[in-house]
Protein backbone atom coordinates (compact mmCIF):
# COMPACT_ATOMS: atom_id res chain seq x y z
CA UNK A 1 0.00 0.00 0.00
CA UNK A 2 2.71 2.41 0.63
CA UNK A 3 4.00 2.45 -3.09
CA UNK A 4 0.70 3.37 -4.51
CA UNK A 5 0.83 6.29 -1.98
CA UNK A 6 4.32 7.51 -2.63
CA UNK A 7 3.75 6.82 -6.58
CA UNK A 8 0.46 9.13 -5.62
CA UNK A 9 2.31 11.79 -3.94
CA UNK A 10 5.06 11.19 -6.55
CA UNK A 11 2.78 11.91 -9.41
CA UNK A 12 1.22 14.94 -7.88
CA UNK A 13 4.59 16.57 -6.94
CA UNK A 14 5.37 15.88 -10.83
CA UNK A 15 2.27 17.58 -12.08
CA UNK A 16 4.11 21.17 -9.89
CA UNK A 17 7.42 20.13 -12.17
CA UNK A 18 9.06 18.40 -9.64
CA UNK A 19 12.00 16.85 -11.60
CA UNK A 20 13.30 14.31 -8.25
CA UNK A 21 9.82 13.80 -7.80
CA UNK A 22 9.70 12.23 -11.72
CA UNK A 23 12.64 10.33 -11.43
CA UNK A 24 11.34 8.55 -8.43
CA UNK A 25 7.73 7.60 -10.14
CA UNK A 26 9.74 6.76 -13.28
CA UNK A 27 11.99 3.95 -11.33
CA UNK A 28 8.59 3.20 -9.48
CA UNK A 29 6.39 2.40 -12.55
CA UNK A 30 8.69 1.92 -15.80
CA UNK A 31 9.09 -1.85 -15.11
CA UNK A 32 4.75 -2.27 -15.07
CA UNK A 33 4.41 0.51 -18.04
CA UNK A 34 6.96 -0.89 -20.33
CA UNK A 35 5.45 -4.82 -19.98
CA UNK A 36 2.42 -3.73 -20.40
CA UNK A 37 3.39 -1.92 -23.65
CA UNK A 38 5.35 -4.80 -24.73
CA UNK A 39 2.15 -7.23 -24.11
CA UNK A 40 0.08 -4.86 -26.82
CA UNK A 41 3.06 -3.94 -29.25
CA UNK A 42 5.22 -7.16 -29.20
CA UNK A 43 8.53 -5.81 -30.82
CA UNK A 44 11.18 -4.33 -28.19
CA UNK A 45 11.93 -1.78 -30.15
CA UNK A 46 8.59 0.32 -30.61
CA UNK A 47 7.92 -0.92 -26.81
CA UNK A 48 10.80 1.10 -26.31
CA UNK A 49 9.53 4.51 -28.22
CA UNK A 50 6.54 4.30 -26.83
CA UNK A 51 7.41 3.48 -23.47
CA UNK A 52 9.22 7.00 -23.78
CA UNK A 53 6.08 9.00 -25.56
CA UNK A 54 4.28 7.53 -22.19
CA UNK A 55 6.89 9.32 -19.84
CA UNK A 56 6.98 12.46 -22.02
CA UNK A 57 3.52 12.42 -22.14
CA UNK A 58 3.16 11.53 -17.95
CA UNK A 59 5.89 14.71 -17.63
CA UNK A 60 3.41 17.08 -19.52
CA UNK A 61 -0.18 16.11 -18.35
CA UNK A 62 0.86 15.06 -14.83
CA UNK A 63 -1.18 18.23 -13.69
CA UNK A 64 -4.28 17.02 -14.87
CA UNK A 65 -3.93 13.54 -12.25
CA UNK A 66 -6.49 14.14 -9.90
CA UNK A 67 -6.44 12.15 -6.68
CA UNK A 68 -9.54 12.02 -6.17
CA UNK A 69 -10.52 9.90 -8.72
CA UNK A 70 -8.02 6.99 -8.41
CA UNK A 71 -4.83 5.83 -7.64
CA UNK A 72 -1.74 6.54 -9.93
CA UNK A 73 -0.35 3.51 -11.10
CA UNK A 74 -3.71 2.53 -12.70
CA UNK A 75 -3.70 6.05 -14.44
CA UNK A 76 -0.28 6.12 -15.58
CA UNK A 77 -0.77 2.37 -17.03
CA UNK A 78 -4.24 3.54 -18.87
CA UNK A 79 -1.58 6.11 -20.72
CA UNK A 80 0.48 3.20 -21.67
CA UNK A 81 -2.53 1.20 -22.95
CA UNK A 82 -3.69 4.11 -24.87
CA UNK A 83 -0.41 4.83 -26.90
CA UNK A 84 0.43 1.49 -27.17
CA UNK A 85 -3.24 0.87 -29.20
CA UNK A 86 -2.87 4.04 -30.68
CA UNK A 87 0.34 2.57 -32.18
CA UNK A 88 -0.84 -0.47 -33.32
CA UNK A 89 -4.02 1.19 -34.89
CA UNK A 90 -1.11 3.47 -36.57
CA UNK A 91 1.21 1.25 -37.50
CA UNK A 92 -2.29 -1.19 -38.88
CA UNK A 93 -3.27 2.21 -40.69
CA UNK A 94 0.37 2.54 -42.45
CA UNK A 95 0.13 -0.78 -43.78
CA UNK A 96 -3.09 -0.58 -45.21
CA UNK A 97 -2.10 2.69 -47.21
CA UNK A 98 1.08 0.99 -48.09
CA UNK A 99 -1.05 -1.89 -49.72
CA UNK A 100 -3.49 0.63 -51.58
CA UNK A 101 -1.03 2.59 -53.09
CA UNK A 102 0.85 -0.63 -54.14
CA UNK A 103 -2.65 -2.32 -55.51
CA UNK A 104 -3.01 1.05 -57.49
CA UNK A 105 0.67 1.31 -59.14
CA UNK A 106 0.05 -2.10 -60.10
CA UNK A 107 -3.28 -1.13 -61.44
CA UNK A 108 -3.42 -0.48 -65.31
CA UNK A 109 -5.65 2.50 -65.76
CA UNK A 110 -9.22 2.35 -66.50
CA UNK A 111 -10.90 2.53 -69.81
CA UNK A 112 -14.60 3.04 -69.33
CA UNK A 113 -14.96 2.80 -73.37
CA UNK A 114 -13.10 -0.46 -73.59
CA UNK A 115 -14.93 -1.92 -70.61
CA UNK A 116 -18.41 -1.07 -72.21
CA UNK A 117 -17.45 -2.53 -75.64
CA UNK A 118 -16.21 -5.81 -74.17
CA UNK A 119 -19.58 -5.70 -72.06
CA UNK A 120 -21.76 -5.47 -75.06
CA UNK A 121 -19.38 -8.33 -77.18
CA UNK A 122 -19.75 -10.73 -74.02
CA UNK A 123 -23.59 -10.08 -74.13
CA UNK A 124 -24.15 -10.59 -77.52
CA UNK A 125 -21.61 -13.89 -77.39
CA UNK A 126 -23.79 -15.01 -74.77
CA UNK A 127 -27.10 -14.43 -76.52
CA UNK A 128 -25.64 -15.90 -80.00
CA UNK A 129 -24.55 -19.20 -77.72
CA UNK A 130 -27.89 -19.24 -75.84
CA UNK A 131 -29.82 -18.96 -79.63
CA UNK A 132 -27.55 -22.29 -80.30
CA UNK A 133 -29.16 -24.55 -77.19
CA UNK A 134 -32.78 -26.44 -78.12
CA UNK A 135 -35.73 -24.67 -76.90
CA UNK A 136 -36.13 -26.84 -73.69
CA UNK A 137 -32.72 -26.01 -72.54
CA UNK A 138 -32.76 -22.20 -73.26
CA UNK A 139 -36.11 -22.24 -71.13
CA UNK A 140 -34.52 -23.97 -68.07
CA UNK A 141 -30.94 -22.54 -68.26
CA UNK A 142 -32.96 -18.31 -68.46
CA UNK A 143 -35.18 -19.49 -65.59
CA UNK A 144 -32.30 -20.58 -63.19
CA UNK A 145 -29.52 -18.35 -64.47
CA UNK A 146 -31.50 -14.88 -65.62
CA UNK A 147 -34.53 -15.22 -63.65
CA UNK A 148 -32.64 -16.52 -60.32
CA UNK A 149 -34.94 -19.59 -60.29
CA UNK A 150 -33.95 -22.80 -58.10
CA UNK A 151 -33.87 -26.13 -60.52
CA UNK A 152 -37.06 -27.05 -58.53
CA UNK A 153 -38.75 -24.35 -59.00
CA UNK A 154 -38.18 -24.34 -62.73
CA UNK A 155 -39.44 -28.14 -62.97
CA UNK A 156 -42.59 -26.92 -61.17
CA UNK A 157 -42.79 -23.50 -63.80
CA UNK A 158 -42.25 -25.95 -66.55
CA UNK A 159 -44.10 -28.60 -65.72
CA UNK A 160 -41.29 -31.52 -65.65
CA UNK A 161 -39.94 -34.19 -63.57
CA UNK A 162 -36.69 -32.14 -61.54
CA UNK A 163 -34.29 -35.07 -63.21
CA UNK A 164 -35.29 -33.64 -66.37
CA UNK A 165 -34.43 -29.99 -65.72
CA UNK A 166 -31.04 -31.18 -64.58
CA UNK A 167 -30.67 -32.98 -67.30
CA UNK A 168 -31.45 -29.86 -69.99
CA UNK A 169 -29.43 -27.52 -67.92
CA UNK A 170 -26.57 -29.64 -67.38
CA UNK A 171 -26.29 -30.23 -71.02
CA UNK A 172 -27.25 -26.67 -72.06
CA UNK A 173 -24.93 -25.45 -69.66
CA UNK A 174 -22.27 -28.14 -71.63
CA UNK A 175 -22.97 -26.47 -74.93
CA UNK A 176 -22.90 -22.89 -73.57
CA UNK A 177 -19.60 -23.36 -72.47
CA UNK A 178 -18.42 -25.05 -75.56
CA UNK A 179 -19.89 -21.87 -77.32
CA UNK A 180 -18.08 -19.59 -75.52
CA UNK A 181 -15.03 -21.32 -75.18
CA UNK A 182 -14.63 -20.93 -78.91
CA UNK A 183 -15.86 -17.01 -78.53
CA UNK A 184 -12.77 -16.56 -76.35
CA UNK A 185 -10.45 -18.13 -78.08
Known amino acids: MDVVE ?15 AFEELYG ?8 LIRRVLRDPAQSEEVAQEVFLELWRTAARYDPRRGTALPWILTLAHRRAVDRVRSVRAAGEREQRAARRADTPPFDQVVEEVESVLERDWVRRCLGRLTDLQRQAVTLAYYDGYTYRE ?19 LLRLRSCLDGASA
Do not use: E, F, H, N
Request: charged residues 25%.
Open 6 to 20: STDALLTRVGRGDQQ
Open 154 to 172: VARRLAVPLGTVKTRMRDG
Open 28 to 35: QVSGPVYG
